[in-house]
């Protein structure tokens, strides 16, 4: 069982021209498109979060349920669901405005126990800014990895949320000795400074990197570097691509018995090499549609 930490909430997304253009409601948050994407490759996966008892939330629910990931553990309030307002540009990269006062997710409170037979937890976004949740979500950080369960982490950096830049960088950073795996976008790692051998020094086994449209690249523990070129495609919009990423890491390493430093060490050049290349084939797909919209295990194959 993989179990994914973190915020469900609406993506209000332009389907036309211009800022307010036909704007049409999505299920998002970066760690909900990661449950559905590993629920669509396949991994037996579990929500771990907080959703509104509104319409949203009811279909935020949903659409974790149709990708048959498991919700018994998710928390429920009557606040409102919290909405991202998306701004696609003319290269498919997406921009957004968050509507967050008083929301449910931000609300999540620490779980008395992970469910039976979790293998792997992934944390990222905002539930790591917004508090009171954020230091719930640490704090499940913290007891996942001191029970010796593999962690990763996505920051998926959105400045708008970050009252303090310096303050943010220094608790990432505090984070790092409880993460297995680390996966950061190119435009994040300039973000929070630092280099993949620092934060690798701090605690995670590999850094991940990704880089839009010109691929993947890891750096282990071993002072490797592997990387892939990005799968071509016509681009849409990117919205859950890193999500994308994010999961078939994780599918692919439960599928080889990796979920653990010492299977990331064991993967070498090839496995590293086949690993990136099935994110990029996954990420490049998702890519191709409108929205957060993962492939399914049939689009992609075995990772």
């Given at each position: 069982?993989?179990?994914?930490?973190?915020?469900?909430?609406?993506?209000?997304?332009?389907?036309?021209?211009?800022?307010?253009?036909?704007?049409?409601?999505?299920?998002?948050?970066?760690?909900?498109?990661?449950?559905?994407?590993?629920?669509?490759l396949?991994?037996?996966?579990?929500?771990?979060?907080?959703?509104?008892?509104?319409?949203?939330?009811?279909?935020?629910?949903?659409?974790?349920?149709?990708?048959?990931?498991?919700?018994?553990?998710?928390?429920?309030?009557?606040?409102?669901?919290?909405?991202?307002?998306?701004?696609?540009g003319?290269?498919g990269?997406?921009?957004?405005?968050?509507y967050?006062?008083?929301?449910?997710?931000?609300?999540?409170?620490?779980?008395?126990?992970?469910?039976?037979?979790?293998?792997?937890?992934?944390?990222?976004?905002c539930?790591?800014?917004?508090?009171?949740?954020?230091?719930?979500?640490?704090?499940l950080?913290?007891?996942?990895?001191?029970?010796?369960?593999?962690?990763?982490?996505?920051?998926?950096?959105?400045?708008?949320?970050?009252?303090?830049?310096?303050a943010?960088?220094?608790?990432?950073?505090?984070?790092?000795?409880?993460?297995?795996?680390?996966?950061?976008?190119?435009?994040?790692?300039?973000w929070?400074?630092?280099?993949?051998?620092?934060?690798?020094?701090?605690?995670?086994s590999?850094?991940v990197?990704?880089?839009?449209?010109?691929?993947?690249?890891?750096?282990?523990?071993?002072?490797?570097?592997?990387?892939?070129?990005?799968?071509?495609?016509?681009v849409?919009?990117?919205?859950g691509?890193?999500?994308?990423?994010?999961?078939?890491?994780?599918?692919?390493?439960?599928?080889?018995?990796?979920?653990?430093?010492?299977?990331l060490?064991?993967?070498g050049?090839?496995?590293?090499?086949?690993?990136?290349?099935?994110?990029?084939r996954a990420?490049?797909?998702t890519c191709?549609?409108?929205?957060?919209?993962?492939?399914?295990?049939?689009?992609?194959?075995?990772?």
């Amino acid at each position: 069982m993989i179990v994914v930490a973190g915020e469900a909430l609406i993506d209000l997304v332009p389907r036309g021209a211009g800022a307010l253009a036909d704007l049409k409601p999505a299920l998002g948050g970066g760690p909900y498109n990661t449950a559905v994407a590993l629920g669509r490759l396949g991994s037996p996966t579990a929500f771990c979060s907080r959703t509104s008892y509104d319409a949203f939330g009811q279909a935020l629910l949903d659409g974790l349920r149709l990708a048959e990931v498991d919700v018994s553990g998710v928390q429920r309030g009557g606040e409102p669901t919290t909405l991202a307002v998306a701004t696609v540009g003319t290269d498919g990269s997406a921009a957004y405005s968050f509507y967050v006062e008083g929301t449910a997710d931000r609300l999540f409170s620490m779980p008395a126990e992970l469910p039976a037979g979790t293998r792997a937890v992934s944390f990222g976004t905002c539930s790591l800014v917004l508090e009171p949740g954020a230091s719930a979500y640490e704090q499940l950080m913290r007891s996942a990895a001191a029970q010796g369960v593999f962690t990763a982490l996505d920051p998926n950096i959105r400045a708008g949320l970050i009252p303090d830049a310096d303050a943010y960088r220094a608790r990432f950073r505090g984070w790092l000795p409880s993460v297995s795996l680390l996966k950061l976008s190119e435009e994040d790692a300039r973000w929070l400074g630092g280099t993949p051998r620092e934060w690798l020094a701090a605690g995670p086994s590999a850094v991940v990197i990704t880089h839009g449209g010109d691929g993947l690249s890891v750096h282990t523990r071993d002072g490797a570097e592997h990387s892939v070129p990005g799968e071509k495609v016509d681009v849409v919009d990117t919205i859950g691509a890193g999500d994308t990423v994010n999961a078939a890491l994780l599918h692919g390493l439960a599928a080889h018995d990796a979920l653990s430093a010492e299977g990331l060490a064991g993967l070498g050049a090839a496995g590293w090499t086949r690993l990136l290349r099935f994110a990029a084939r996954a990420a490049a797909i998702t890519c191709s549609r409108a929205g957060a919209e993962p492939p399914y295990a049939s689009e992609v194959g075995a990772p």
